[in-house]
């Protein structure tokens, strides 16, 4: 598979790769795709009392546009809101790396993941999803 | 830019120098470049006796009598010539066909063909270590199967069928038995008679021949006959019109004459080759071989690195020139298809990489695929959230997946 100079600078040096502690109440896990399917990824976020996303971490098992997807993810989400974060789009990934159309299942697991992780930290805090999606 | 070390033999092999120099006398003007089938002229005799020549050569690798051997553009054709060219000269006497799961997909995709034209197919699996029960093989043959169709080395995982087993069984039913031998010949022995094949398929650029030129042996006695699939002024036998590439049967046939003059001392130097590199990956953890490791080619290795997916680690090693079955790098997005006939999980189907050896590969190759693999597998391990959960203790079959 020949690559676009992007996913090969994500995948070559990946940002934020590791792990929060998932029991800690500011961390939000999301973690996505089966091994069976070749891709599983897990995205953590550490979210300060303003809602603001401070920090992200990924590890993802999958192909160099897997890794590359959830990479870039943590660099946008840091910064965003959980509106804002939840409002990335796969398009908008697939678009950035510039992913041929047989890989665009990576950034749709991108998007997946950072919904999970969202969903995971709101869960904890107590707040139901469909209240702050209204 | 330096090039990948070459460890993709399986997949092609490149000209050895000393074929490509003789392919050349047969080209321009001043060589040998008349039609074989011109009988007029000392232009086609000459082309003649250098095609005639090349047969026993290829004749010989195999055992086989030269009026054997039917010239085909590729191991591919040849498969095509022997199923439609059996299924429909035979098809009076039965209608069924026994094959593998992990048949190269120039018998698959013809036998799916031959299903469409009415005929039956049994696909045997094969046990995990790849290799046939020839007791399952007994019993699904039946009053109406004509043929029975088994590859003597798989191009994945390089494991050796046992043919003269299986010979013994399909020959006393009357039933035509064919080979594709494209993975094997060159590679181990191949004597026709002790093996029981009544066809077999050969490819010369997986011997250091070049691409576009193969081989059907057909037996003649007891004759074997084949509806022709390619109609013209009956070349070959009838059995494959066009005309003959007279440059490219040198080629091969120079080349199936180097390998079987070559076989004993390279098969031993690349199985030293191959117990080098499996030792010198034996301490990565959950490192798994594909395939039986004894009844195997020499050059072959399939490694599954589990928890890391396959197209990731080929990326990460760009210095080498590997296969994997991971989906990623196949068009479909399915794992190899072989690996799973075998019962491997998905998740280690995923993670298999394919090292094939040959002439060229050298042990400074091997050591540097050795020490490659040490560095990317740490790296891309410490990016796997499953080596994470390995390492945690988790059971990664009891997690309740997202599968998409």
Known sequence: MAYGSKVLDHY????????????????GTGMVGAPACGDVMKLQIRVNDDGVIEEARFKTYGCGSAIASSSLLTEWVKGKTLEQAGQIKNTDIAEELALPPVKIHCSVLAEDAIKAAIADYRKKAGKDESVDAA | MRKPIYLDYSATTPVDPRVAQVMCRYLTMEGDFG???????AFGWEAEKAV??????????????????????????????ALKG???FYQNKGRHIVTVKTEHKAIL????????????????????????????LTAALRKDTILVSVMHVNNEIGVIQDLAAIGRIVKPRGIIFHTDAAQSAGKI?????????????????????????GALYVRRKPRVRLEAQMHGGGHERGMRSGTLATHQIVGMG????????????????????????????????????????????????????????????????????????SACTSASLEPSYVLRALGRNDELAHSSIRFTMGRFTTEEDVEYTIRLLHEKIGRLRELSPLWEMYKDGVD???VQWAAH
């Open chain 1, 12 to 27: 070559e040096n990946p940002r934020n790769v590791g792990s929060f502690d998932k029991a800690d109440p500011s961390i």
């Open chain 2, 35 to 41: 039609n074989p089938a011109s009988r007029s002229h």
């Open chain 2, 52 to 81: 005639e020549r090349a047969r026993a050569d290829v004749a010989a690798l195999i055992h086989a009598d030269p009026k054997e051997i039917v010239w085909t553009s590729g191991a591919t054709e040849s498969d095509n010539l």
């Open chain 2, 86 to 88: 059996v299924a429909r």
């Open chain 2, 109 to 136: 995709d013809t036998t799916r063909q031959l299903e469409r034209e009415g005929f039956e197919v049994t696909y045997l699996d094969p046990e995990p270590d790849g290799l046939l029960d020839l007791d399952k």
């Open chain 2, 189 to 213: 022995p191949i004597d026709v008679n002790a093996l029981g094949v009544d066809l077999l398929s050969l490819s010369a650029h997986k011997v250091y021949g070049p691409k576009g030129i």
């Open chain 2, 254 to 325: 120079e080349a199936f004459r180097l390998a079987h003059e070559e076989m004993d001392a390279e098969a031993a130097r690349l199985k030293t080759l191959r117990e080098r590199l499996l030792e010198g990956l034996s301490d990565i953890e959950e490192v798994y071989v594909n395939g039986d490791l004894e009844r195997r080619i020499p050059g072959n290795l399939n490694i599954s690195f589990n928890f890391v997916e396959g197209e990731s680690l080929i990326m990460a090693l760009k210095e080498l020139a590997v296969s994997s079955g």
């Open chain 2, 396 to 398: 990664l079959n009891s």
